[in-house]
């Protein structure tokens, strides 16, 4: 009874200590990891090497701590002595011990392999989603008009300026003529505004770069830092603003909205959030784009002005896909969590980003560059999927 009882009382102290070492690494004490400077500074092999030993270091304690919470006891049994057993009764115990420990090497293999995909492989290989979206009243000059969009870079120590100059690459190669980029410059740290920001300068759309900011932009507690870099490079910063994209006499509106979300993290806060400037003398026959980081305001907008498309990002798709969890969890914080829905007679873009926060883990969420092309609505729409 009392041994009985020592598993117990062993078990769930090794599943509280999983728990906590699970919730620790998932926690935002990871923040101070995402400010190596020396990480964040390595280039070409030095980067990927960096990248690859800093992962599995990191996440080594992970895959402990995942075992610790499916199979406390197992461990509890190398810890308690175990006591003297009759010769007669030999055969049982000891295959009984190979059988866990066969299962649990395997089970061990099988989660290192899991985490290693997502920290080292996944991260690694972004996803081109191309689309069509019928918009109405479009101008038959902007027939076929593509925008590309990146968004959530994060950037910090295990996203820096080499990954970014990456996802510039790939852009320059999808002849846009727009690039827009829907916030989250950076993680949380306004240093890295630079590494954020100068690759982007080498970005190419015939007709423009235009931006948003996103809440981590805010959070990094000196937003004037990271407009200032965002505008030294010549992003097109929209804040609570809107420009035209003109062919002949045909426009194209676009709009790019402040962010929801202030950095003190505590609640939403639309009191940035200024409609009535941004959508200010705009034709209201023209068609009208919209850039909003968090698409939680989208359908307050779409009910105020109805925009044709709102671009947003934020949800990173919900960055790790656990069946049924990560759907509702993301739908249930933010509304929307990745891909086209209808609202309306508006239409709503959710892009699961480049970077990656808490964590840099994602599994069947890969990072994403959208190639929008607008096409004249021909009466058919689209269900609304939220």
């Known amino acids: 009874m009392q041994r009985k009882l020592g598993f117990g009382l062993l078990g769930m102290l090794l599943w509280l200590v999983g728990l906590a070492v699970c919730g620790g690494l998932f926690g935002w004490n990871l923040a101070w990891l995402k400010e190596w400077q020396w990480l964040a500074e390595q280039t070409g092999w030095r980067f990927w090497l960096a990248q690859a030993v800093f992962r599995v270091l990191l996440f080594l304690p992970l895959v402990l701590g995942l075992l610790l919470l499916l199979h406390p006891l197992w461990l509890g049994r190398r810890l ?106 950076v993680d949380r740290h306004a240093k890295f505004a630079d590494d954020a920001t100068i690759p982007l300068r080498q970005l190419q759309a015939r007709e423009g770069i235009f931006s948003v900011l996103g809440n981590h932009d805010y959070y990094t507690g ?123 007679t508006s239409q709503i873009y959710v892009n699961r980003g480049w970077g990656f926060t808490g964590p840099p883990l994602r599994f069947a969420k890969r990072p994403e560059i959208s190639v929008i092309r607008l096409t004249r609505d021909q009466g058919s729409g689209f269900r609304d999927r939220g």
């Open 80 to 185: 308690l002595p175990t006591p003297k057993a009759d010769s007669s009764s030999n055969t049982a115990p000891l295959a009984h011990e190979t059988l866990n420990r066969r299962r649990f090497m395997i089970e061990a293999g099988l989660l290192g392999g899991l985490v290693g995909y997502s920290s080292l492989i996944e991260p690694f290989n972004p996803e081109i989603v191309e689309l069509e979206l019928p918009i109405a009243n479009l101008p038959s000059r902007f027939e076929g008009f593509k925008i590309v969009q990146l968004s959530d870079l994060h950037v910090c120590a295990y996203t820096p300026a080499d990954d970014v100059a990456r996802a510039v690459a790939l852009i320059n190669r999808l002849d846009a003529d727009i690039v827009t980029i829907t916030g989250d410059f």
């Open 222 to 344: 000196d937003i004037d830092r990271m407009i200032w870099s965002i505008k030294r490079a010549d992003l097109g910063l929209l804040i609570n603003q809107q420009t035209v994209i003109r062919r002949g006499a045909e426009r194209l509106n676009l709009v790019g909205l402040d962010d929801p979300k202030h950095n003190d993290g505590n609640g939403w806060s639309h009191a940035n959030i200024d409609l009535a400037r941004a959508f200010a003398n705009l034709h209201a026959s023209d068609p009208c784009i919209t850039l909003l980081h968090n698409p939680i305001f989208a359908p307050s907008v779409i009910s105020a002005y109805a925009p044709q498309l709102v671009l947003s990002g934020h949800t990173h798709g919900g960055q790790i896909w656990v069946p049924i969890l990560t759907e509702s969890a993301v739908r249930s914080r933010d509304r929307f969590v990745e891909g086209r829905y209808q609202l309306a």
